[in-house]
C-alpha cells in the first residue's frame, strides 16, 4: 500500500469480516485484514485496511451485497501516533 493513509472497514462480527474479506479477494480488491484499532474500539474484532483511492468501490461492495459494516474510517500516522477519522 503506496499511501499513508488507509481506510479502515469495521464489521459487526468476525463472521462478516470474513465474508468481507471473500467479497475483496473476489474482486482483486487489494487489502489487508487487521485487528480492529485501539482508536476505533476496545473490543476485539476483525477489520479490513485499504487504499483510500479504493473507497468507491469498496462502498459499491459493501451497499451492493449488504454486508453488516459497523463504519468507514480514514487512519493516518502522525508523529507515531495513529489518528482516526470516520469516512461512514
Known amino acids: 500500500m503506496e499511501s499513508k493513509e488507509f481506510g479502515i472497514l469495521t464489521f459487526e462480527s468476525t463472521h462478516h469480516a ?8 473476489d474482486l482483486d480488491l487489494k487489502f489487508k485484514t ?5 482508536e476505533i474500539t476496545s473490543s476485539c474484532g476483525l477489520s479490513i485496511k485499504f487504499d ?5 468501490e469498496v462502498e459499491k461492495v459493501f ?8 463504519g468507514i474510517y480514514k ?8 489518528h482516526i477519522e470516520k469516512i461512514y
Open 75 to 82: 487512519l493516518w500516522k502522525e508523529n507515531t501516533k495513529n
Open 34 to 38: 487487521i485487528p480492529t484499532p485501539r
Open 52 to 56: 483510500l483511492k479504493y473507497i468507491d
Open 18 to 25: 470474513i465474508e468481507g474479506e471473500k467479497l475483496f479477494k
Open 63 to 70: 451497499h451492493k451485497k449488504e454486508l453488516a459494516v459497523k
